[in-house]
């Protein structure tokens, strides 16, 4: 492992301190590529409700962030029954809210830059008289960095340590370096490239490739194509926007007899000083590998307790190299735990450096319950709902979670149309162990009026 900066330390803690600092957060989801706007545009067209995506870090980020009191913005208002929910009956604190729409948010730095006297603009006046010394968001880019010059703020980590942190193919070639266990991968500048890399895999006995732009989110900026030729048209052109894309085998059961275990994550939360392991879930993904949910503690670990170990000792190699990048806050490292030749590996799939899908229900759960288990899964409604009458069912089916109680469900967001009514939300299960979570699931859907399925992020 490379030498961390002085006075650095590894921890594990759960939950870590987080930050004493009060700040103004910006729910930029259309920053979150960086630039990217083809990228971008696929991501918005598959959330459903995507304006409403950013509410749900309203129910975490005053644990976040303990300076008080905090500024969020956010496109639309959230649910009022949910943020009832949350701060009368949870007792959580939330933050003030500010609506800023993604359009907006491109032109801000302007705004500000144009606008000495701000008694006019009550979102501006909002920016300029808050308290908060700093500003960060889902990822902090060169805009981010802009407002907060001119609103005399700092950003939390840097926009090199940001992006850089995201980077699938840094991090590729830093595991290599570190000489830890990796997918077998080809580097392809373009479609030519990409093609003589299928056709590799494919002579190495390979029946499927995953292509992977070096930046990207929730399934976006990753495809699975066949290890065949013509595959290589396939793949947009915006995957190579910030340079050359991996080419990796993909690891299905049966394929150079190798068996898929599970898909392991760790939490991550890196200050100036410290870097925390502060949880170990494991990923339910679809099977194209996107994320639709999370369960901690892993049920891998009853069968292969030994896989603990070595989770924790790559998470600090590749957490140690995400805080020499200049990143700064909460992080998701994702693993992939395969059997082959008669041995466990664990390989790392990727880092995430920002508020990921999992973080919030960590945080929520370990802030309630810091020795339970809990488990995450998104729900989507085949009619959109209004959120006071699903609150109501959730509490009328006796699993609504309240402080105290053995166990309960924590609705943190809903995604919504554009009249409010829900189409999706984000729920997590905290108990004394995975089975009463997975009953408290069935024993809620067993009960409510309505049609719903799990979806993904």
Wanted: include cysteine.
């Amino acid at each position: 492992m490379p030498p961390l900066p002085p006075d650095v330390e590894i921890l594990h803690a759960a939950p870590p301190p987080f930050w004493t600092r009060r700040v103004v957060f910006f729910c930029n989801l259309h920053s979150i590529f960086y630039g990217n706007v083809a990228e971008t545009e696929q991501l918005m067209n598959e959330i459903r409700g995507s304006h409403s995506y950013g509410g749900r870090v309203i129910s975490i980020l005053d644990l976040l962030f303990h300076g008080r009191p905090n500024l969020i913005l956010v496109e639309t208002s959230p649910n009022t029954g949910l943020t009832n929910y949350l701060a009368d009956t949870l007792g959580l604190s939330l933050p003030l809210t500010a609506i800023l729409p993604s359009e907006d948010y491109a032109t801000l730095a302007a705004r500000l830059a144009r606008a000495p006297s701000t008694r006019d603009d009550k979102l501006l006046g909002q920016l300029r008289d808050h308290p908060a010394e700093w500003v960060d968001g889902f990822v902090t880019d060169r805009r981010l960095e802009q407002i907060a010059g001119i609103l005399g703020k700092r950003t939390v980590s840097t926009p090199e340590g940001s992006k850089n942190g995201n980077n699938k193919y840094l991090l590729y070639l830093h595991l290599v370096k570190q000489r830890l266990p990796a997918f077998d991968t080809h580097i392809a500048s373009d479609r030519g490239e990409l093609a003589a890399g299928l056709k590799k895999l494919r002579a190495q006995g390979y029946r499927s490739a995953v292509v992977k732009a070096q930046i990207g989110a929730s399934g976006h900026g990753m495809v699975r194509l066949p290890a065949e030729e013509g595959a290589a048209a396939e793949v947009p052109e915006f995957y190579y926007f910030e340079g050359p894309c991996m080419v990796q085998g993909w690891i299905e059961n049966g394929v150079l007899e190798t068996k898929k275990l599970a898909s392991p994550s760790v939490q991550l939360f890196l200050s100036d000083e410290k870097i925390f392991l502060f949880d170990m879930t494991e990923q339910i993904l679809s099977e194209e590998s996107v994320h639709q949910g999370n369960a901690s503690p892993p049920p891998i670990l009853e069968q292969f307790p030994e896989v603990e170990r070595e989770l924790w000792r790559q998470a600090s190699i590749v957490a140690t190299w995400l805080h020499g990048q200049g990143y700064r806050g909460t992080a998701s490292a994702d693993f992939l735990i395969i059997e082959r030749g008669g041995g466990l590996e664990t390989l790392v799939c990727e880092i995430n450096a920002r508020v990921t899908g999992a973080t919030y229900p960590a945080l929520l759960a370990r802030h309630f319950k810091p020795e339970g288990n809990w488990l995450m899964r998104n729900i989507g409604f085949r009619k959109a709902i209004d959120g006071g009458e699903l609150l109501a069912l959730l509490d009328g089916a006796g699993v609504l979670f309240r402080p105290g109680a053995p166990a309960g469900m924590i609705p943190f967001n809903f995604n919504t149309d554009v009249d409010g009514r829900v189409l999706k939300g984000q729920f997590v299960c905290i108990a004394e162990n995975l089975e009463i979570c997975n009953a408290l699931l069935a024993r809620a859907w067993a009960r409510l009026p309505v049609e719903w399925n799990y979806d993904r992020d």
